[in-house]
Nanobody, 122 residues
Framework: VQLQASGGGVVQAGGSLRLPCAAS????????MGWFRQAPGKEREFVSS????????DYADSVKGRFTISSDKSRGMVYLQMNSLKPEDTAVYYC????????????????WGQGTLVTVSS
């Protein structure tokens, strides 16, 4: 499974940004997809995860109600829509794939994409 995240950039507080993640490889459909983030000097933390089949996603409390994860299996795309962004959302965002759901620990994820930097200015 190969993953490639993109869409990062600089946005003002209160703004929105959508991060796409492209998944490829023969077996990507057999995995659940997640988003993590890592702020400078901090550990990587769980943001959200979902199934390609739909159903209720999982969200970290810090983003619940502001972020929305979605997926399009036919295109191999996972999206993280981020609204009402705050300066504390500034981080490198990573997409990842896991065999488990829900899964919030980084150790549960088998594949990782390269990160994309999101900077929220105040």
């Amino acid at each position: 499974v190969q993953l490639q995240a993109s869409g990062g950039g600089v946005v003002q507080a209160g703004g929105s940004l959508r991060l796409p993640c492209a998944a490829s490889g023969r077996t990507f459909g057999g995995y659940f997809m997640g988003w993590f983030r890592q702020a400078p000097g901090k550990e990587r933390e769980f943001v959200s995860s979902c199934s390609w089949r739909g159903g209720s996603p999982d969200y970290a409390d810090s983003v619940k109600g502001r972020f929305t994860i979605s997926s399009d299996k036919s295109r191999g795309m996972v999206y993280l829509q981020m609204n009402s962004l705050k300066p504390e959302d500034t981080a490198v965002y990573y997409c990842a794939a896991t065999r488990m759901f829900p899964a919030r620990r980084t150790q549960a994820y088998d594949y990782w994409g390269q990160g994309t930097l999101v900077t929220v200015s105040s």
